[in-house]
């Protein structure tokens, strides 16, 4: 059982729901003062924060309450490339790993029959990092991108050329890097651009993505679910 589901059977009683999902929860400091409200699924999002490395996220203070992965699965920091899924499937690929991101290969994958928004069993960050950890959805990367809340910028970091996305609420800041992508078994646009995949989908062939390069950027592009793009998660 995940930590989500888990921590929200605490609110259950001889099996009635004395909490729904939109419930306000009450928070206290040490001294049992109300702090403030926030409702079921904010609080399990907190909570699942406290659990992991403040170095796996930030919180740009979005009015979501979502907080953002800093590195790209498969990446040991914000600049590092990370692993290159096609869309649907839980299994990343280094660089240099021969996998071919065809459609052939693609075709024989249960990705292939995906015919909706994927769900938590199909999401490769849900699969590789547990918890309340997920991909965006074309929404969150438009939320991300919205330049009510951010500002963003080309920029080089310790050599490696990116998007940086800095919080207009709170200044935090967040770094994408143009990892190139993969289509059969090239890598393409290594440094001159990015592909993110969210978890939505669009029709038998495409999904939304996450694209940027030097001069631009495209919170909800859409691409060939078989090709190789890097992820970033969410929770």
Do not use: C
């Not at 590789?128 to 970091?157: C, H, V």
């Not at 992508?181 to 001159?192: A, D, I, K, Q």
């Amino acid at each position: 059982m995940d930590f989500e589901v888990s921590l929200k059977n605490a609110f259950y009683k001889n099996g009635t729901k004395v909490l729904t999902d939109t419930s306000r929860v009450t928070l206290l400091n040490a001294n049992g003062e109300p702090l403030g409200s926030a409702s079921m699924d904010e609080f399990v999002r907190k909570v699942a924060a406290t659990l992991t490395s403040p170095d796996d996220y930030v919180d740009l203070g979005l009015p979501s309450g979502l907080l953002w992965g800093t590195k790209n699965i498969g990446a040991t920091s914000p600049t590092g490339w990370g692993w290159y899924f096609s869309w649907g499937n839980l299994d990343g690929h280094p660089e240099g790993s021969g996998y071919d991101f065809s459609q052939a290969v693609y075709d024989t994958t249960d990705a292939a029959s995906i015919s909706q928004d994927l769900d938590a069993s199909q999401d490769a960050v849900r699969a590789i990092k547990g918890g309340t950890w997920r991909m965006p959805t074309q929404y969150d990367f438009a939320e991300l991108l919205n330049s009510d809340y951010t500002t963003n910028e080309w920029t080089t970091i310790n050599g490696v050329n990116g998007r940086k996305v800095t919080s207009k609420i709170n200044g935090k800041t967040l770094f994408f890097p143009a990892a190139g992508h993969y289509n059969g078994t090239s890598l393409s646009y290594r440094g001159s651009g990015g592909l993110y995949w969210s978890s939505s989908w669009i029709s038998a062939t495409g999904a939304r993505t996450l694209g940027f390069g030097s001069s631009s950027v495209g919170p909800q592009n859409s691409y060939d679910r078989r090709l190789g793009f890097s992820l970033r998660g969410v929770m």
